[in-house]
């Protein structure tokens, strides 16, 4: 897969509808048509071709390291041609280069085959184009906050006699969310929503065994496993 047919795949000429709609208004004159093919059309043309080249570069790694994964297979994998495309979109969107990471490492797994079913790949793919990097940081979080308190080398959990809610969590481990209720509970409003937690509020007082509990959906762990980067892609360690 060379760097040239990725380029032609990815111009926004060929494939973006939305650009071509845009270009073909009549209300639009020829200074507003220069300022989108000069001002607008190459940065994003960039950005589709950087995220194409890396999912090209590691596609590579992963066909040198995975028994019967051929790149010439894939044109005949639905669910991984279906990633590609929805995916590329999402990425072409994005300034982020967390979330365009996580579009590539879920485009990889439709390639393994990591995929909890086609509908769900693309349900997933969705709510990457809405959710920030910030969900995701908070899904992870919550899926195992005892492990997250750790790796951070918090002493909260120590520091529990009874217990409290959820939230001190949040306030422990997210610095720029301290004190800002109000936009981390739009941010759990967002997972709930999407059936990727499993409560609907993060201020509820329990004990500490409950306010230390994971709180993903069977839902939410498969999208966490579908955009993290694949087993496979891991460098094994080096032997002596």
């Known amino acids: 897969m060379g760097r040239k047919k990725i380029d032609e795949v990815s111009k926004p000429s060929a494939g973006d509808a939305g650009l071509a709609v845009v270009r073909s208004m009549p209300v639009l004159g020829d200074a507003a048509t220069e300022l989108l093919n ?5 940065p994003l043309e960039g950005r589709s071709n950087d995220w194409l080249n890396d999912l090209a ?9 995975v028994d019967k994964l051929e790149v010439s297979v894939l044109s005949d994998n639905d669910d991984f041609l279906s990633a590609v495309a929805v995916a590329v979109g999402v990425a072409t969107r994005s300034a982020q280069q967390e979330k365009r990471d996580m579009l590539r490492y879920a485009v990889l797994n439709a390639a393994l085959g990591h995929v909890p079913n086609f509908d769900m790949q693309s349900v997933f793919i969705g709510y990457l184009d809405y959710l920030s990097p910030l969900h995701v940081q908070l899904l992870r979080v919550f899926s195992d906050p005892r492990a997250a308190l750790s790796q951070a080398g918090s002493d909260l959990e120590n520091s529990l006699y009874t217990g409290g809610a959820p939230s001190r969590v949040v306030e422990e481990l997210f610095t720029d969310l301290r004190d800002r209720r109000d936009v981390y509970d ?3 409003q967002d997972l709930y929503q999407r059936r990727l ?3 609907d509020s993060l201020h509820g007082m329990m004990s500490k065994e409950g306010m230390l509990a994971s709180r993903t959906t069977q839902t939410g762990a498969q999208f966490l496993v579908f955009l993290s980067e694949p087993p496979e892609m ?5 032997t002596r």
């Open 57 to 65: 570069s590691d596609l590579g790694s992963l066909t040198a390291r």
């Open 234 to 238: 891991v460098e094994p360690p080096a």
């Open 186 to 188: 739009f941010l759990w």
């Open 38 to 42: 000069f001002v607008v059309t190459p």
């Open 197 to 199: 937690v499993n409560t």
